[in-house]
């Protein structure tokens, strides 16, 4: 009669052993699920973030293009050249969560407007522009990358004189 309660016990322990296999495999399971949803969730935050960091950026460009003296703006040293000639430069855009560098593109360029007189880059006379006044169209350009796809944003700032 004794060998009927040892086959039992035999059986119970073999059961706790498959469940406990099972509740491991559960929970790996719900971890690994966790983890792909707080991935799918970071990327998504990822790209919000390089488009804030790109828009105080360009923001900055326009507000420095903006309020450079006009003097410098059209100097031989300006930081945006007359065109055709560009100004290439990479820059960086702020810090990511966990301190990756953010960099970008960044090209700079003026275009004289054609009623300019000849000194300022035009084709105006002083019939066309008695008062002459000169005008000048001042881009900034930015290109950066997010995951695989490249982006650009650019602004044009019209100083006049």
Do not use: C
């Amino acid at each position: 009669m004794h060998l009927p309660r040892h086959r039992s016990r035999s059986r119970h322990r073999g059961s706790a052993l498959i469940e406990i296999s099972l509740s491991y495999a559960t929970l790996v399971i719900t971890a690994l699920l966790t983890l792909k949803a707080s991935v799918n969730a970071t990327s998504g935050q990822t790209w919000t973030v390089k488009q804030t960091m790109t828009d105080a950026f360009i923001t900055r460009e326009t507000a420095l293009a903006s309020r450079i003296p006009f003097d410098t703006l059209v100097g031989a040293s300006s930081p945006w050249p007359r065109n055709p000639t560009v100004s290439t430069s990479t820059v960086s855009l702020g810090k990511l969560p966990g301190g990756k560098l953010v960099t970008g593109t960044l090209h700079r360029t003026r275009l004289p407007d054609e009623n300019n007189l000849a000194s300022g880059g035009g084709t105006g006379s002083a019939t066309t522009n008695p008062s002459g006044s000169e005008a000048w169209k001042v881009q900034s350009i930015l290109t950066y990358t997010v995951g695989e796809r490249q982006y650009v944003k650019s602004r044009t700032v019209l100083r006049i004189r």
